[in-house]
């Protein structure tokens, strides 16, 4: 039983491994994607600078791992749901993972969406809410 379970965790940590590393890889900092400034003294960093630099880990971590993971379980659950669809234990497992997974990606895009619009409509014309509004009105 303790054998059993071991292999399923470390079956599930190289499996997780395997389609985590390349998206890392797609996180590298190419042209001053991930990080804006301070690659040469004539642009030193600002403020603006950290806001933007958030705003890339966040655009990270919502594209390119979240919606291909969300994605990958939704197929997940499908195929439980089809191959061991006859097991009512199984198919509930598949119908929990189902939901618990439509149900964290709508939370993660409309928490993004509730922030963008809290902040874009409570600052002012100054430096932080200049770089806040180019900040989200950017299409990346």
Excluded at 31 to 46: F, M, Q, V, W, Y
Excluded at 58 to 63: E, G, N, Q, T, V
Excluded at 98 to 116: C, D, P, R
């Amino acid at each position: 039983m303790i054998r059993n379970r071991f292999l399923s965790i470390i079956s599930h940590l190289l499996v997780f491994t395997v389609l985590v590393l390349p998206l890392a890889a797609l996180g590298a900092d190419e042209e001053g994607k991930l990080i804006p400034c301070g690659k040469d003294a004539l642009k030193p960093c600002t403020f603006g600078d950290l806001i933007t630099l958030g705003n890339n880990i966040i655009d990270f971590l919502l594209k390119v791992l979240a919606l291909p993971l969300a994605i990958i379980t939704i197929a997940w659950a499908g195929l439980k749901y089809t191959f061991r669809g006859s097991n009512p234990g199984e198919r509930g497992k598949a119908n929990m993972m189902l939901k618990n997974t439509i149900i964290g990606l709508v939370l993660a895009l409309s928490s993004f969406l509730i922030v963008k619009f809290v902040i874009v409509s409570l600052t002012n014309d100054s430096e932080i809410g200049t770089a806040l509004k180019n900040l989200f009105n950017s299409t990346n």
